[in-house]
């Protein structure tokens, strides 16, 4: 059996590479952004880095956080500055922080500004030494899910206890006061401090109680002073602030926006695909994974084999609708496009989670368009639609309704089936069963169809 295969009628052909085209265009930054990262960054000498770290701790502040250390190291910068001001953030992201700023070639003093709670407290205790502005704090960094209810996990309780301990351990700070600001159920007591903190308490030190307790060295009001506390008031400072781009990558790979954009351009594209015409719908499909892969690569998670899997992902899908391959395409298109897409994410699983989301919304979506536009969507390329149907002007015989209550003469006898004359036109005819010789008047009393009935007439019998 033949597969039937639309026509590509000029419309369709354009809708495509319009499609693709926009594509193409709207990718043009990513393009621009990656000459322009590749520009050298002359060394300046020795200097202090200043490097702000103020807003959730996630991967777009990683990487930030990872060019910034970069130039410092090529710079050979002296020693950083890492001011923190944060509620916290994702764990992976805080580890690989971590682990940038205890392994960095310089030298790390953590300054706090305001909060260093949960994931920028791990962060703080990977530096060298810490200093806390008068009325900031750190600590709070029990484990919480996406609505901030305390995970009550085991496991994940002691990894990340573990962690927090290892990080506090580095430069010689209290391991259990690093224990006991994620594990609510341990008991300490801190001499220090004069009080004893009781199970189902998780710990937050003030900058007063931090000096106390030996987690921070100093406390400073500003940069400078806290730059003079650790003999580094003479030096050059240069500060490395998030450039635009780097602002608008933070933004786009949040999970919330990751997953928004991903559900509006499967659900634009789809309905373009499905609905001939391009318009709105694929425009704002288009844009929408621009911005994905835009927003990755200026945050340096994704390259241009990322682009390029997902533009091939797209070109078989279309493909599909036109080449009778058995659903190959359509499979390997989909493939190549969920690969472009998490090869592009920072963590796999957290892709995998919002494109899973992004699917099933886009999915419901999708249906509810295709129910409303039924008729316009491209499957009716494959299914015969027209209706040889009466309003349409298309008539299987002649109607003989006109006949209806007009007498006429047997031509013959009718058994009940025979022919008469009415109007001087030969007529077939039936009876309701009865028998009706050549020669008689009769009338028609029924049409239905093509069946004209008839009944013996007798002008007196039927007054």
Do not use: C
């Not at 502040?61 to 250390?69: G, S």
């Not at 060295?217 to 940069?223: G, L, V, Y």
């Amino acid at each position: 059996m033949q597969r039937t295969l639309p026509k590509l009628g000029p419309r369709m052909i354009v809708s495509v590479v319009a499609l693709l085209a926009i594509m193409l265009l709207a990718l043009l930054p990513v393009a621009a952004y990656a000459a322009d990262s590749n520009a050298d960054n002359s060394s300046i000498g020795p200097a202090v880095y200043v490097i702000r770290a103020e807003q959730t701790v996630e991967s777009g502040l990683q990487a930030f956080l990872e060019r910034a250390y970069e130039e410092a190291e090529e710079a050979r910068a002296e020693h950083i500055l890492l001011v923190i001001n944060t509620l916290g953030g994702r764990v992976d992201s805080a580890e690989e922080i971590g682990h940038l700023v205890r392994t960095s070639k310089v030298p790390t003093t953590a300054f706090v500004q305001g909060k260093a709670v949960s994931a920028g407290t791990y962060i703080a205790l990977n530096a060298k030494g810490i200093i806390m502005e008068p009325g900031s704090a750190i600590g709070a960094a029990a484990v919480v899910d996406g609505s901030g209810e305390l995970i009550d996990n085991p496991k994940i309780i002691s990894y990340w206890t573990k962690a927090m301990m290892e990080a506090a351990q580095l430069n010689g700070r209290n391991t259990d006061i690093a224990a006991k600001m994620v594990d609510p159920r341990i008991k300490l007591k801190l001499p220090e401090l004069g009080q004893t903190l009781e199970s189902g308490e998780i710990l937050t030190l003030s900058a007063t109680e931090a000096v106390k307790v030996g987690y921070a060295e100093f406390t400073a009001r500003t940069i400078d002073e806290a730059l003079a506390a650790i003999g580094l008031d003479e030096r050059q400072i240069v500060e490395i602030k998030p450039s635009v781009l780097e602002k608008i990558g933070q933004f786009l790979t949040s999970p919330v926006v990751v997953t928004l954009l991903l559900i509006i351009g499967i659900v634009g594209v789809a309905i373009e695909l499905l609905v001939p015409g391009f318009g709105f719908p694929g425009i704002a499909g288009i844009i929408a994974f621009a911005l994905y892969f835009f927003g990755h690569f200026v945050a340096g998670f994704a390259g241009m084999e990322s682009v390029v899997l997902f533009i091939v992902g797209i070109v078989l899908l279309v493909s599909e609708l036109f080449i009778p391959s058995f659903g190959i395409l359509g499979i390997l298109g989909t493939v190549s496009l969920i690969a472009g897409i998490v090869t592009s994410a920072s963590d796999t699983r957290t892709a995998i989670v919002s494109l899973a989301i992004a699917l099933a919304a886009a999915a419901l979506i999708v249906i509810f368009v295709a129910i409303r536009f039924k008729h316009r969507g491209v499957w009716n390329k494959f299914i015969l639609s027209d209706r040889l149907t009466t309003d349409e002007g298309y008539v299987s015989n002649p109607t003989k309704v006109s006949l209806l209550g007009k007498k006429g003469v047997t031509l013959t006898p009718l058994r009940p089936a025979g022919t008469v004359t009415i109007d001087d036109e030969r007529i077939d005819v039936v009876t309701d069963g009865e028998f009706i010789s050549a020669g008689i008047e009769v009338k028609v009393i029924k049409v239905d169809g093509a069946r004209v009935i008839v009944q013996q007439w007798n002008e007196k019998a039927n007054q």
